[in-house]
């Protein structure tokens, strides 16, 4: 059961960021509606009284003010080949005693189809920019050995390629984005490599399609025109790589019915030239603009912390830095609302997550971490900000899926586990493909050394079957708050994800230390009725 602290006066409220303009409005001594577990598990065996949770905050659901909708694909996913991301992570072989699916193992699909993975993305990531496709198709023991220069200096085996990749996502019923090499290749192959996946007229590249067992077009919905141009994709200069753009996407085509939405390289993170130079230049060579942003939490590249085991100063410094996305999607949407009013090009955050050194006596270049409670803290903040941009933002994709960076999978020889992010992305599903509804969270500030952020988050939306999703999260690692909300009528249930410590995590030997908790309903119908948000916490709640 998580304790918590005694109440201090809590501190001058501020914008919660996932809402509206805040109003400062709370109501003091109303009643918790403490929400029981289902698994026996209870947030707490008494009624809190305003001293033990400290907090209290009124959350405000403006549903006569709905918003855009929340595209599913916001919720997508990324993999490389990169560590044991793709080999171990996804791809055993047919040989394989780990059970597999045409060499994909069928534990991992299970887990990503509950999931519902919209969209994932291959193959880099910087990989990408140095990645001849002719290497991964026709018969598996003919293909190359090549080098992966990027990740770890090694053999590159070519097992898996553009065929088992359309058959994961056929798997897991995602769409696929692949990226093109525009670093180191051809104009050439690059056109070749979409009319082979996409185009259904016999010439020699279709033929040899067929000839490797796929006879109708694969669907090719997105397709990245590079990665990282300005660093791992060739060191580019903007006015450079939109020359560069306008070139390649030009060849980019569509084949028979297949449409195809070009993906520009976009910024990394905070580099708004790059994005004023590229839709000045090539504005209309691009469909979509990608943006890469990842959460480090320590002072440099170097010293970037550890997954668990870190310290409350650690703990802070990395969720202030997950709030830059909000800056971020901002600025970049502004110089994109002067470029493109109508909207025609999208933003995708076609990279984000969490990144700390590599867990103790693993690869340097595999960029293998574990995945605690803060890591899902941080996916549920970043969620909210995506829900807030979704007029402008069409997709974004955690970086990696499986086994590199912030997973939502983590995989040993047999086993498996799911990360606090799976859960965190398995909560919030319920808002994709919902409409936004706008809310305001006054928030206290949770403060500790230097470092000051809002304390709670909160992000809304509305089903097409009219079902009310509020997601709510509290960051403080001590602090619980109550939540009033009037406009929260009638039964409502809930999912919790908590722990006892900051660094909650699942490993192979403790596959549920932390996992939802699923809420019996309570009825918040009375208007001095509250709910409890315990600290370190995220709950979604639905009602009608
Ligand atoms: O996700 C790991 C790497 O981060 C990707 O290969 C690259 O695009 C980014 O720098």
Same mark, same amino acid.
């Given at each position: 059961m998580p304790r918590f602290a005694l109440a201090r006066e809590a501190e001058p409220c501020r914008s919660a960021k996932a809402g509206l303009p805040t109003k400062s409005a709370v109501r003091a001594g109303s009643r918790p509606a403490v929400l029981q577990a289902h698994s026996g598990y209870a947030m707490t065996s008494h009624a809190m009284t305003e001293d033990e949770t400290g907090v209290v905050a009124e959350l405000t659901i403006f549903l006569d003010r709905p918003g855009a909708t929340i595209n599913r694909n916001l919720y997508g996913h990324f993999i490389e080949h990169l560590g044991r991301c793709i080999y171990d992570g996804l791809w055993v072989g047919e040989a394989s005693e780990i059970p597999n699916e045409r060499g994909i193992r069928s534990d991992v699909v299970r887990a990503l189809r509950q999931l519902e993975v919209p969209v994932l993305r291959w193959p880099g990531g910087c990989f990408a920019d140095q990645y001849c496709w002719r290497d991964g198709i026709g018969p598996r023991p003919d293909r190359p050995r090549t080098l992966n220069t990027h990740w770890g200096g090694v053999v590159e085996t070519n097992q898996f390629g553009t065929h088992e990749f359309m058959d994961l996502c056929e798997q897991i019923d995602a769409e696929p984005y692949v990226t093109g090499n525009l670093g180191s290749g051809t104009v050439r192959e690059m056109v070749q490599w979409v009319e082979y996946m996409t185009s259904d007229v016999?010439?020699?590249?279709v033929e040899m399609r067929r000839a490797n067992g796929r006879n109708h077009p694969f669907k090719l919905p997105y397709f990245g025109v590079g990665n990282e141009n300005w660093g791992c994709g060739g060191r580019m200069r903007a006015d450079y790589y939109a020359d560069q753009l306008r070139r390649y996407s030009s060849f980019v085509r569509n084949y028979g019915g297949n449409r195809v939405c070009r993906v520009a390289c976009g910024p990394n993170?905070?580099?708004?030239?790059?994005?004023?130079?590229?839709?000045?230049?090539?504005?209309?060579?691009?469909?979509?603009?990608?943006?890469?942003?990842?959460?480090?939490?320590?002072?440099d590249w170097n010293h970037k912390g550890a997954a668990t085991g870190f310290s409350e100063s650690e703990w802070i410094a990395t969720l202030a830095k997950a709030l830059v996305m909000d800056e971020l999607l901002t600025r970049h949407g502004e110089i994109l609302d002067r470029f493109d009013p109508d909207r025609r090009v999208s933003l995708i955050v076609d990279e984000w997550g969490t990144w700390y050194d590599v867990e103790p006596g693993t690869h340097p270049g595999f &960029?293998?971490?574990?995945? @605690?409670? #803060?890591?899902?803290?941080? +996916?549920?903040?970043?969620?909210?900000?995506?829900?807030? /941009?979704?007029?402008?933002?069409?997709?974004?994709?955690?970086?990696?899926?499986?086994?590199?960076?912030?997973?939502?999978?983590?995989?040993?020889?047999?086993?498996?586990?799911?990360?606090?992010?799976?859960?965190?992305?398995?909560?919030?599903?319920?808002?994709?493909?919902?409409?936004?509804?706008?809310?305001?969270?006054?928030?206290?500030?949770?403060?500790?050394?230097s470092v000051q952020i809002p304390m709670l988050y909160a992000t809304a939306s509305r089903s097409a079957q009219g079902r009310l999703y509020v997601s709510l999260v509290n960051v403080?690692?001590?602090?619980?708050?109550?939540?009033?909300?009037?406009? &929260?009528?009638?039964?409502? @249930?809930? #999912?919790?994800?908590?722990? +006892?410590?900051?660094?909650?995590?699942?490993?192979?030997? /403790?596959?549920?230390?932390?996992?939802?908790?699923?809420l019996s309903q309570v009825d918040l119908g009375s208007p001095d009725s509250s709910l409890l948000l315990p600290a370190k916490s995220v709950l979604v709640l639905e009602a009608d």
């Open positions: 016999d010439t020699t590249m993170s905070v580099d708004y030239e790059w994005t004023e130079t590229v839709m000045s230049r090539a504005g209309s060579d691009l469909d979509a603009l990608s943006l890469h942003y990842y959460t480090v939490p320590g002072t &960029l293998y971490q574990q995945n @605690s409670l #803060r890591d899902a803290l941080v +996916a549920a903040i970043t969620l909210g900000f995506f829900h807030q /941009h979704s007029a402008r933002v069409s997709m974004a994709n955690l970086a990696q899926m499986v086994n590199v960076l912030q997973a939502v999978i983590l995989t040993e020889g047999d086993r498996m586990v799911l990360t606090p992010t799976y859960h965190v992305l398995e909560m919030y599903k319920c808002h994709r493909g919902a409409t936004l509804v706008p809310v305001e969270l006054p928030s206290p500030n949770y403060t500790f050394g403080h690692p001590h602090k619980a708050a109550r939540i009033v909300a009037p406009r &929260l009528r009638g039964p409502v @249930s809930g #999912r919790l994800l908590t722990g +006892a410590s900051m660094d909650v995590h699942n490993d192979f030997d /403790h596959p549920e230390a932390i996992s939802p908790i699923a």
